[in-house]
């Protein structure tokens, strides 16, 4: 069965100090990973899509890298905006349906 | 472009209850795919609806339902409510499914069952 596992659960940052979000997958025959951010009591918003491993996308202060066990979301001298759940997604051939992870709740302190 | 909009936002039902919520799509988008978003279990795929017809299905009983128009507009239904299906329910759309296709959520309604 498709399995996606975030880490950490929960991070706290000071402004300015860069660090990275992990998306574990297993997952027959990727078609997709995705990245969402999610504010509370909102619908997630959708951040990037990634297909295969080595590539990597980059906005603003975020950037997702894809391996063919886990991605990456780095994030850049991180702002008090930059505060929400960060989910991570994946679809594959095999189950048929997008399976997220629980999330990674970030909170900047300014 | 407007985005996805989801009716009624706020619901209270009691048990038993039946409840039917509505999704409309980005215009042009075919797919309308809905979730269940709990603190316990995350965010988990219901089903989602492509051209009037479900092509895929989560884990959840027969007691989630839904349909979907000819406009794309989509329905949700689940009968004999429990208090377990307290939650925000989701919607997203996108142009062609779920295969590699990002999917543009809307803002929820959020269901407590009493």
């Known amino acids: 069965e498709d399995q996606v596992t975030q880490s950490p659960e929960a991070l706290r940052l000071q402004e300015g100090e860069s660090s990275s979000l992990n998306c574990s997958y297993t997952?027959?025959?990727?078609?997709?990973l995705f990245w969402y951010r999610q504010d509370p009591g909102k619908g997630p918003e959708f951040l990037f899509t990634l297909y295969s491993a080595g590539e990597e996308k980059e906005k603003e202060r975020l950037k997702a890298t894809l391996t063919k066990k886990e991605s990456f979301l780095h994030i850049t001298a991180p702002k008090p905006e930059d505060s929400a759940t960060y989910l991570c997604?994946?679809?594959?051939?095999?189950?048929?349906?997008?399976?997220f992870g629980k999330g990674t709740r970030l909170h900047i302190l300014p | 472009k407007a985005g996805v909009t989801q009716t009624p936002r706020y619901l209270i039902k009691t048990r038993g209850q039946q409840v039917t919520l509505s999704c409309s799509p980005i215009s042009g988008h075919r797919s309308v795919s809905w979730y269940q978003q709990t603190p316990g279990q995350g965010l988990q795929f219901l089903f989602e609806y492509f051209s009037e017809t479900q092509r895929n299905k989560g884990n959840f009983p027969g007691r989630f339902s839904g349909r979907q128009f000819s406009n794309s507009r989509s329905e949700m239904n689940v009968s004999t409510l429990e208090l377990g299906d307290s939650a925000l329910y989701l919607c997203?759309?996108?142009?062609?499914?779920?295969?590699?296709?990002?999917?543009?959520f809307g803002p929820g309604t959020r269901l407590l069952v009493l």
């Open positions: 997604a994946v679809y594959g051939n095999r189950d048929d349906k997008i399976i």
């Open positions: 997952v027959s025959g990727l078609r997709g």
């Open positions: 997203a759309s996108s142009l062609a499914g779920l295969a590699g296709e990002t999917q543009y």
